[in-house]
């Protein structure tokens, strides 16, 4: 992992490679290097779309090696959803393979001079990059059938549907799972659509040939990474309740807490959650002959997805996550486990994120557009988008945009991007969160649901704002340095609440460098990636008053607990005071 | 003058008036007024169809008086549009009646219960406010026609379309004209979609038994009114060009000058100007018995409207302005003037900005929702906007909204707000302008092409930065205070270039509140205003990233001069630095 490749896509003749040492971005790996690149090169008030934004895909520090949990890829550029940075993190098999490769970073670059659109073929003997208008408005699963039948069943993808060819703001990256099948997404903020206006429609990696990431401390490395493993299994959230009932475990658990936002964001709790809920889907999953327990990328030792096969038996998309259940769930009134399946599919075929697409329709629902509750209209809503008819180019532009052509007020969105699964009212640590983190609206950025409502790393009582702050402010710094290393969010139970899992996770990196490595290094290294991303929004134009709730969560009580969401704005704006 | 009617819409058994003293507000008027109470009372980051967001329709200090010209409306909010403070300012008869009727404001604030639509009819007896759903979603004139049945020949009103009770951004509040015509609007930032988001369909205002406003030293404020006059008279723009030609007189000059925008600013001069020009437009209107020389409020001297007839020689509009004529003109390609008459129509029914939904369709073009040119595709985009379908919806929230849905990069718009008619490249004054007002892009809130072009009041180039930043500064200064006056902008030119009417105006305010008046208190008045709105914008989370002009104009070269925006960044943000 000791080059760069860069992709002019303006190039004279078509888009052309070049490859770089590290420069300046020498140790940034995941998150780390993409904010990097993106705030030093990209010009903050640039148009999302245009020549001067570029799109950076990023392995973890840690991807490609033996570390368990290693291969989670980051995505970086300007958002077309939220004018500011972004890094959209996806499982799959991409970081794994492209770090393997040597690659840690590719950086696509500049304007298309027409509309041909191209795919990138990396594998141990280079670069190429070939014209195929073939691939015009496919959606992910056909993309991968196609680079199937060319070059055979040894490769991962990364890949955009219609919705990145089309620009919309809720369009992801497709990531293929070790199946091939194009299930993990680097989801939010719109980067599919930036790959969209570079003309790239895929980028196919082969890793034949290529070694596993060596440690420069062998002993050290696997010693860490074996007590790591251990740990990992050994804490009931990553060892017991993700792998047997997926992320969907939480239905049940916010329901209950009353943070599971209903219809729109108009209750906590929803009548329908025991039909859509993790354990009712494992067992439907196991039943049809699925998998209620699988993994999204060698290494992975959770094994929180699964495979969800239709009525007849036949696989119809990965386990629906938690977010996804609900945005398409409970936040539309739908407890439809099988219609809720099929849009995780639609929305994984188009190339849409199923949370800003949930939140989209819960919003349509609001004005009107559709009943709550209606499964088969929200279906239908999500199909126009893949069509991108007027009304499906709206909802794929996401919840804000929707609001705003509908009039609809109740528009759950901070800086723009939706709202996921867990209502700041009953919740108050992720309303930190959502409101301060760089990103909009966005759970993983610090996710105060584990010490909130899941007991995780302490406990903060979830309906008061006291100790919310300074526990948003310490995810979000490890969050960063996770992101960085590459390594899967779900670590973060076990490192939370057991020394010897995190300290394990420090000499896995200090194994894997050579170098010696610090708890307070890897708390620098969140800071230091948050530092850059804050940077670059202001230079955007975000002030504090970015840093906030739409207006009606401090106004409207949310039941059962009739809570609104009290913490301060003057303590929201220390968030970043470290 | 001296009271102020609040309308509270969101009172049990439906809307509840209430007159209250000037209070804090004494003293102010026009523009000064509804920033001040909107800067006061509206809570920066409330969602602007919400609760908290007011609606401020306010006369000028000397309307309803016998100073010419005074008989400019203003009306407030925080806009839909650019999210920020909003003064829309409007011609016709409302100000005149409103300010002999004794109201320096009339405040629409909370929210309605339910969706039932009301007028308010104020006369010398007070306030009536009824129920009407027999309104909905009536075009203007169907609306006004509806108000002559019940009440009689003589009345003036302010009221919304099918676009403002639809919440869409682009929408206006029309005013009716002296023949009790709906074509007079305060047309920009969507004060129609506040409007409607309180209900209130129209506002009936009858003048009858109240008297024209007196000053209180009548000798010296007659005397300046008849210099005032007379400056007007004998200045070339305001006393003939404006008269012949109407504010259309300026097509073929910007054309000529290199900075008139065509197809969606990618030239700055148009083929088929001379075809919708001022002149043939004046030669068409008077050859179809309709007038060329027209006012559209009591008390004009200027004369600058003028009726448009159909080929059949039956009224169709008012005489299309100039940026009207430019925006669903040469910004669209368009050069068949009766097309343009007839979406000019369409646009006051529906109660539209002009403006916005020009720059609007131009962008939509851009995407290929139609060809440049193509003056029936340009009907129907219209049209659509009107009904309400999801394509019009998007429409008719205007250009920045457009170009998101459909993935454009080029869209000229400054905070949300679309660009009028003179390219900020070839005119850079106007550039300062649109970059650094606190209403979004708006020839009116300084209008530099009258130095920058028509060399009134010195002469700046056009093409330079030299000199840009100190003229939009004093010209913005100047126009507040005339916004404030509710005098039409149109007095500018004489009193630019001629001290003894400007010092007919200062002695027409002298004159008029019986208090000594010198320029410097004219000029304290513009900073005030503008202080206030800057001060809202700021608590709104608008900074100097907000002051800038799209990316592309200082990138793409302007046909025929080949200039790009050269004002640097730091200049702009001088501006306000007095």
Known sequence: ??????????????????????????????????????????????????????????????????????????????????????????????????????????????????????????????????????????????????????????????????????????????????????????????????????????????????????????????????????????????????????????????????GY????????????????????????????????????????????????????????????????????????GIDDIDAIAQIDRLDDDFGLDTIEMGATIGVAMEAGLAEFGDAQAAINLVKEAGKGTPLGRILGNGAEVTGKVFGVERIPVVKSQAMPAYDPRAVQGIGVTYATTTQGADHTAGYAVATNILGVGGDVDPLKPEGQIELSRNLQIATAAIDAAGMCLFIAFPILDQPETFQALVDILSGFSGEPVTADDVSALGKSVLKTERDFNTRAGFTSKDDRLPEYFRKEKLAPHNVTFTVSDEDLDQVFNW
Not at 175 to 195: C, I, K, L, N
Not at 281 to 301: I, N, Q, S, Y
Not at 303 to 328: M, R
Request: charged share 20%.
């Open 261 to 332: 936002p209903t219809n729109n964001f108009s209750s906590g709790r929803f009548e329908g959650a025991s039909n859509i809920s993790g354990e009712t889907l494992a067992e439907l999953e196991t039943a049809r002959g699925g998998k209620a327990t699988h993994g999204c990328h060698t290494g992975c030792v959770i094994q929180c997805s699964g495979t969800f096969n239709d009525k007849d038996g036949k696989f119809l998309t990965k386990q629906p996550e938690y977010e996804t259940v609900w945005a398409h769930g409970g936040n539309c």
């Open 1 to 258: 992992m000791d080059k760069i490749l860069r992709i002019d896509v303006g190039a004279q003749g078509g888009p052309k490679a070049v490859e770089t040492g590290l420069g300046d971005y020498k140790g940034l790996g995941g998150r780390a290097m993409t904010s990097g690149i993106i705030s030093k090169e990209v010009p903050p008030l640039c148009h999302p779309l245009g020549e001067d934004n570029k799109l950076v895909i990023a392995p973890g520090l840690l991807s490609g090696s033996a570390a368990a949990m290693s291969g989670r890829l980051s995505v970086g550029c300007k958002s077309p959803l939220t004018g500011g940075i972004k890094e959209a993190n996806s499982g799959g098999q991409g970081s794994q393979v492209l770090a393997r490769l040597g690659y840690a970073a590719i950086v696509l670059e500049g304007k298309p001079s027409d509309d041909t659109l191209y795919k990138v073929i990396i594998n141990q003997d280079g670069v190429k990059i070939e014209a195929d208008n073939s691939l015009k408005m496919l959606g992910n699963y056909d993309v991968v059938s196609k680079i199937k039948e060319t070059y055979g069943g040894k490769f991962s993808s990364l890949s955009i549907g219609p919705a990145g060819e089309m620009k919309l703001s809720a369009a992801t990256i497709a990531v293929t799972d070790m199946e091939q099948r194009p299930t993990r997404h680097a989801g939010r903020g719109g980067v599919g659509a930036v790959m969209g206006s570079k003309g790239i429609k895929a980028i196919i990696l082969d890793d034949a040939g290529c070694k596993i990431r060596k440690p420069k401390d062998p002993d050290k490395f696997k010693a860490a990474n074996k007590e790591f493993v251990a740990g990992i299994k050994k804490h009931p959230v990553s060892g017991e309740g993700l792998p047997a009932f997926g992320t969907n475990v939480l239905t049940n658990v916010l329901n209950e807490a009353g």
